[in-house]
């Protein structure tokens, strides 16, 4: 199975936070499965960085790819895919997950309950 992160997913996981549930630990630490870090993750992290919002070690995105996670790049397609989703949830970060996880069948990994409107499967 295919595994999509969220940005909290993501900084949790690597963190080994308590606030991740044990059925998404569990999901990610099952070596049977492909952990996909979005490209619109890093960016959201760059920008919170930037903005002093966010204290996450410098790299952690490309460290996360070194180590085994896949990449997944934003295509023109992802991008244009964007404005048919209905306007359920107004994060352009998030938004753009949805459309990614539909276009390679990747499960989403977020606690975000209002990503869940969306037919796109997520798991917590």
């Not at 895919?81 to 990994?109: S, T, Y």
Request: no cysteine.
């Amino acid at each position: 199975m295919k595994l999509l992160l969220d940005t909290h997913v993501v900084l949790w996981w690597t963190h080994d936070s308590a606030k991740i549930s044990a059925a998404a630990r569990e999901l990610l630490d099952d070596p049977r499965h492909e952990v996909l870090l979005s490209a619109v993750v890093a960016w959201e992290i760059a920008i919170k960085r930037a903005l002093r919002k966010l204290e996450v070690r410098d790299g952690l995105a490309v460290e996360l790819v070194r180590g085994g996670v896949s990449e997944l790049p934003i295509s023109v397609a992802h991008a244009a895919a964007v404005e048919q989703l209905p306007p359920h949830h107004a994060d352009p970060f998030d938004r753009m997950l949805v459309v990614q996880a539909r276009a390679e069948g990747a499960v989403l990994v977020s606690g975000d309950e209002s990503l869940r409107p969306y037919d796109v499967p997520v798991y917590w």
